[in-house]
């Protein structure tokens, strides 16, 4: 028997509607059906650092919980610029991620133009973690604290260098922050990346640094720099005899490297949703917050609304440092 002699056209046509409507449902409304395939998590630097480095240990234990893997792409260059502008164009289908850290609010206004606005072109899901940056000295200077640095810069004639892995990097602008707070003569050398910059104060070319902590934490603990302060607003449980800035006489002073995990603007609600809470998960997970603690970092759970709080206010807050530096993209 024909089905057109079964269902009258009527039913034909309703029945033909029901179907194109539900396989036309938007991702919001089928949030269950998602991830069926491989999630991209692009890193704007090359691999082997520590935003390379945290994004793998969570994109493995994402990946499980989604039941899908989340697979890192190293897409360097412009200070992260390059990769954040790629995610900023992807579809916003859940499918391809971001991890967004302390560069891109930097970025904001070291850079007269960009590919893409900080605030604008992302979807926050939440902090992942935040890493201190610390104060070390050449051994041969008669530095041992912050009174004595401050001491050091204001009685020598040419002040004190202090170096940094780049021109508006985290590193250079926390001595910039520090240096306005003190009021110090102190002389910016730039270099391209930590490595060489941690080669040159080793060997006295330059004679400080506000380094990243697991870049320098070899190096205090093999006694070859001496840690001055942390910048982050409490100790390091693995240097827990090095004071902070704020305790040596700066209250206030935090600053600190941090990451977190974005997505292009207008990816539906519930796929945040879900990476939120599956993100928070895995960093409660006691082997990735051990991890983390190998690297200085402090895991951030917490809500997509407080990551773009705590954003919104890194861009204004590095817009004053720019500003009053003088601090200019490479």
């Not at 935090?254 to 292009?264: E, I, T």
Request: glycine residues 8%; aromatic residues 6%; charged residues 20%.
């Amino acid at each position: 028997m024909r089905l057109e002699g079964t269902l009258s056209r009527r039913h034909l046509l309703a029945l033909a509607a029901g179907i194109a409507c539900a396989t036309a449902l938007p991702l919001q409304a089928q949030p269950d059906a998602w991830p069926t395939r491989p999630i991209k998590l692009v890193v704007g630097y090359a691999a082997g650092g520590a935003t390379d480095v945290i994004a793998r240990l969570v994109a493995v234990k994402l990946g499980e919980r989604l039941g899908q893997p989340v697979v890192v792409d190293n897409r360097a260059g412009a200070n992260s610029n390059v990769g954040a502008e790629v995610v900023a164009k992807s579809p916003p289908d859940g499918y391809t991620l971001y991890v967004f850290t302390i560069a891109n609010t930097i970025n904001a206004s070291l850079y007269g133009k960009l590919g893409y606005d900080p605030q604008k072109d992302f979807e926050p899901i939440g902090l992942i973690a935040k890493i201190p940056n610390i104060l070390v000295v050449n051994n041969n200077l008669p530095i041992k604290s912050i009174a004595d640095y401050v001491r050091f810069a204001k009685e020598s004639k040419d002040g004190i260098t202090f170096a940094s892995s780049g021109s508006g990097s985290s590193i250079h602008l926390s001595g910039e922050m520090f240096k306005m707070q003190a009021k110090l003569n102190m002389l910016h050398v730039p270099y391209r990346g930590s490595a060489p910059a941690v080669t040159d104060l080793l060997g006295g070319q330059v004679q400080s640094m506000f380094d990243n902590t697991p870049s320098a934490l070899p190096h205090v603990q093999g006694g070859r720099l001496r840690a001055i302060a942390i910048t982050s607003a409490k100790r390091s449980p693995l240097l827990p005899d090095v004071p902070t800035v704020a305790e040596s006489g700066f209250p206030g002073f935090d600053v600190q490297s941090w990451f977190g995990l974005a997505a292009p603007v207008g990816t539906p609600k519930p796929v945040i949703d879900r990476l939120n809470a599956e993100l928070n998960k895995v960093l409660a997970a006691p082997e990735l917050r051990q991890r983390f603690q190998d690297l200085a970092a402090s895991p951030e759970p917490g809500t997509p609304a407080q990551m773009r709080s705590f954003a919104t206010a890194e861009i204004q807050r590095w817009r004053e440092v720019v500003k009053t530096s003088g601090a200019k993209a490479e």
